[in-house]
C-alpha cells in the first residue's frame, strides 16, 4: 500500500489525481502533517508526500530503521515538477515508484542511486538473495574496477560490466559458502525440495527433515524455490506450514504424472497410499533437474516424512521485441525496459544502431545484416538456451512479418519466450493517413521471397472480394517492380477508381513522407521496399486530404 500525504491545496489536489489513478494501491492519510507520516510509515510500503523534502527528512529521520525493511519514500513538489526518489530507492521500491508518479502527474523523476543513475543495474535490484560486502562490490563496478563474474549455475542475469577475474567477484552459486571479503554471493532460486508425508505429520518433522538434507548437502536455503509434492498432500498441514516457515510456495502434480517420472528409489508405500511409486523423488525432479540429495527419510520413528532436492538450472529467456517503425518515441517502456534487462541483444544491425543507447553497459551485442533473419532466430535461441536474457529486436511488431516466427519456430519448451509488442507499420501510416482501418483490413506482404506469387495472388483477390482495406508491405523493389501493379488491377477489378489509397514512406522517421492518391492514379513506380501501401475499401472516403474508413456505428434491430 501507498501511502499520501499533503498539506496544501496545490499538494492535495496532486495527491488526489495519485488516488484517482490507483485506487486500489494508494491510502490517503489526513489530519497533521507530522501524524500522518508517522501512521504511513508504519503501516505502508511507501509513501508520496506532496510535501518539501526538507520537511520530510526531519519528519522520518527518527523513523528510519534498516533499508531493507523501511519503506520507499517519495517527495513531489508544490509546483508538480520533481518526483524526487528521498529514501529506499532501491530496497523500498522509490525509484520505480518515482518514474511511475512522474509519468502519472507529469513530473520529472529524480533519482539519485548511484547504479541508476549510470544505468547499472543495482544487485539488490535483481530479485535474488543476496549476501557479502554489496557496497563494495557496487563501487567498484561504478568506478570500473575489475569485477568477475563466476556462475556456478547459470542464471539470466541482466548486463553487468565484468572480466574474467577481478580484485572484487560476483559468484552466483546455491552452495552453502561463505562469501569473500570482496565478494558478493547471489542466491538463485535453483533448488525444489520434493517432500512426501504421512498424514498427520508435524510440521517441525518437515522442516527439520528438508533442512538437515540442504545442510548435508552443503546448500543453501535461499536458493530453496518450493516445496513439491503429490496433489493429495496439498492441504497436508505439516508440508504447508513448513513452506510457510521456509518462505516457499507448495507446488503439487497429480500422482498419474508423478508415476512416469523415473526415479532411483521408488517404493510400494506411496503407490497405495496416493497412487505413485515415489512422492519426494519424482515430485523433485518432474520438471527436470540434477538429483542432489536422494530420497531421505525424517530421524523420527516411524519416519512421516521423506524428501529429496534436485538443481534445477536457470531457464533462459528470450524476449522478442518490436522496436516500433523508428521514431524513438514509438519504441514503448515495455521495450525499453527488456532492452535493459538484456545480457545479450541479437538484431539487424540497422536496427541495433537504432537502439544502441538504450543498452546498459556490458550488453553483449550479436549483429549481422539483411537476409540473416533465420541465423538471427537460432542463435537468440541458442543463446537463451544457455541460460541468458536475451534479446531479439524486430521492427514495428516482432510478430508482424518479423522476428517472432523464425524464432518461436526454433524454441521449445526449455527456455522462457515473451513477446513484447510494438507499432506496425501498418498502423504508423494509418495514424499519418488519417482512419484508412477503421473498420475490416487486412495486411498482405506482396514478397515473394518466402511465398509463391500464386498463393498472394489468391489472398489479394480474396481481400478485393471481400471488400477489405488492403495495406500491402514489401510492395515494390528493384528486383520485383510488376507486383504492386498486378495487385493494384486485382482490387481494381472490384473498387472505383478513385478509391482511396494512401502512400506512406519511412513512417515516423525524419524523411518522414505520405501522400493519398487513388487508385487510378497510384504510380507503382513512386513505391519502394520503405513504403507502405493502403488501399481503401469501398466506404472510404478522402475527407479533407485524409483518409477515413467509416466504422458504421449504429444500432442494429434485433431480428423478432
Known sequence: MIGLISATAAGTAARDRLAAAWPDRTRVYEGPVGEAVRAAFAECEQLVCFLATGAVVRLIAPLLGEKTSDPGVVCVDEGGRFAVSLVGGHGGGANGLAREVGA??????????????????????LGLPYEGALAAVSRALLDGESVALEAEVPWPLPPLPTAADGAYSIRVTDRAVEPGEREVLLRPPSLV????ASKGAPVEEVLELVEGALRDAGLCALSLAELATVDAKAGEPG????????????VTYPADELARVEVPNPSDAPLAAVGTPSVAEAAALVRGGELLVPKRKSAASPAMATCAVVRRPGRG???????????????????RDELRRASVLVGLDQYVDQIRDLLRPGTRVLESGLGAEEERARTAVAEARKGHAVALIGSGDAGVYAMASPALAEASDDIDVVGVPGVTAALAAGAILGAPLGHDHVSISLSDLHTPWEVIERRVMAAAESDLVVTFYNPRSRGRDWQLPKALSILAGHRAPGTPVGVVRN?????????VTTLAALDPATVDMMTVVTVGN????????????????????EPK
Not at 525440495?193 to 512426501?196: H, I
Not at 529467456?317 to 521495450?335: F, K, Q, S, W, Y
Not at 478522402?542 to 467509416?550: C, E, F, K, N
Open 507 to 515: 513512417a515516423s522517421r525524419p524523411d518522414e513522407s505520405s501522400r
Open 317 to 335: 529467456r528470450l524476449a522478442v521485441v518490436g522496436l516500433g517503425p523508428g521514431a524513438r518515441d514509438l519504441v514503448t517502456p515495455r521495450a
Open 193 to 196: 525440495a520434493g517432500v512426501g
Open 104 to 125: 502519472l502527474l507529469g513530473a520529472e523523476p529524480v533519482v539519485t542511486t548511484a547504479t541508476d543513475a549510470v544505468g547499472l543495474p543495482g544487485l539488490d535490484t
Open 239 to 250: 508440508i504447508v506450514e513448513a513452506a510457510r516457515r521456509l518462505g516457499v510456495p507448495v
Open 538 to 557: 469501398t466506404a472510404t472516403r478522402d475527407i479533407a486530404g485524409r483518409m477515413v474508413t467509416p466504422r458504421g456505428y449504429r444500432w442494429q434491430e
